[in-house]
Nanobody, 122 residues
Framework: QVQLVESGGGLVQAGGSLRLSCAAS????????MAWFRQAPEKERQFVAA??????YYADSVKGRFTISRDNAKNTMYLQMNSLKPTDTAVYYC?????????????????WGLGTQVTVSS
């Protein structure tokens, strides 16, 4: 049973930074893709970033501010978030897929964490 556990969320002022972590029970190197999604109240789950063996990919709204990475030795994925805005406020979810390549739709990913809250105050 694959388990993904997010941590690192919290309350931060606009312009600040946070680093989210996603600890995986399996080997992160075995996944075709790992990704971060976020969901604000009363909104659909939204793609944030993904990482595959080929590279990393970002939503336009976070490009240049967020950086996705993974440490296969620690079976952990990260999301470094800089220059945070109030519009970044959401629950952030870690996801993983055994399929090669990445996708911006949640349905591509078989495994999900429970999420971590990020709140950015103005």
């Amino acid at each position: 049973q694959v388990q993904l556990v997010e941590s690192g969320g919290g309350l931060v002022q606009a312009g600040g930074s946070l680093r989210l972590s996603c600890a995986a029970s399996g080997r992160t190197s075995s996944y075709g893709a790992m990704a971060w999604f976020r969901q604000a109240p009363e909104k659909e789950r939204q793609f944030v970033a993904a990482i595959t063996r080929s590279g990393s990919y970002y939503a336009d709204s976070v490009k240049g501010r967020f950086t996705i990475s993974r440490d296969n030795a620690k079976n952990t994925m990260y999301l470094q978030m800089n220059s945070l805005k109030p519009t970044d406020t959401a629950v952030y979810y870690c996801a993983a897929s055994n399929s090669p390549g990445y996708a911006v739709v949640p349905g591509h990913y078989e495994f999900w964490g429970l999420g971590t809250q990020v709140t950015v105050s103005s």
